[in-house]
């Protein structure tokens, strides 16, 4: 018996993945901005739901519903002097807040949140899929493939919910999308 061989639900579903062409979210989700940068390896959301970048050259804090860079700090010592040693953590220098991180060596972001889920998935191995879905994660009508921008699908790509659930980013080495809803 070959034990790798896939069930009838799991071939089904491999199915439905790759006929997913990736665009753009639906309702109420709207494409924010993005933000290119180069050699980020984690991120995570403040308290004030802004989205802190970490990478080689230092870090940095964007407003995911306006695009600004609120804080370009290039202290990389201090960057490093922040960061648990496992990298889930950050301690943003200039405050007192303490950021959980989601990146290429640490956890992943926040995947639900009231009837939204995030998933990274690979229907075409070693090329990663962004995913969201409305609902029972069983019905395919709901589930969108999204276009992944300045995320490479062939490198490593985690994304997250912001804690409130009004903004998810997807997140790669080359930068990072925003998306945030409409009123709804």
């Known amino acids: 018996m070959n034990r790798y061989k896939l069930t009838i639900w799991q071939n089904q579903s ?3 993945a790759k006929a997913l062409v990736p665009g753009k979210p639906p309702e109420p989700w709207l494409h924010c901005y993005t ?17 802190i970048m970490l990478s080689p050259d230092g870090y940095s804090e964007h407003d ?15 960057m490093y002097d922040n960061l648990d040693a496992h990298e889930r953590y950050f301690s943003i220098p200039s405050q007192s807040e303490k950021v959980d991180l989601f990146g290429i060596k640490s956890r992943d972001g926040i995947h639900v949140i009231d009837d939204w889920g995030l998933s990274v998935i690979y229907p075409r191995w070693p090329n ?3 995913i969201l879905r409305k ?3 069983d019905n395919w009508d709901n589930v969108y493939a999204l276009d992944t921008g300045v ?5 490593w790509i985690k994304c997250g919910f912001a804690p409130s659930g009004k903004s998810f980013v997807i997140l790669g080495h080359a930068g990072a999308e925003f998306f945030s809803r409409n009123a709804s």
Not at 64 to 78: E, S, W, Y
Not at 151 to 155: A, E, I, K, R, T
């Open 128 to 130: 990663a899929t962004v």
């Open 14 to 16: 491999l199915a439905h």
């Open 135 to 137: 609902g029972s994660s």
């Open 151 to 155: 995320c490479d699908p062939g490198n």
């Open 64 to 78: 995911p519903l306006t695009g600004d860079c609120l804080i370009f700090d290039r202290d990389v010592d201090a």
């Open 35 to 51: 933000v290119s940068a180069a050699g980020i390896f984690a991120g995570g959301w403040t308290k004030d739901e802004n989205f």
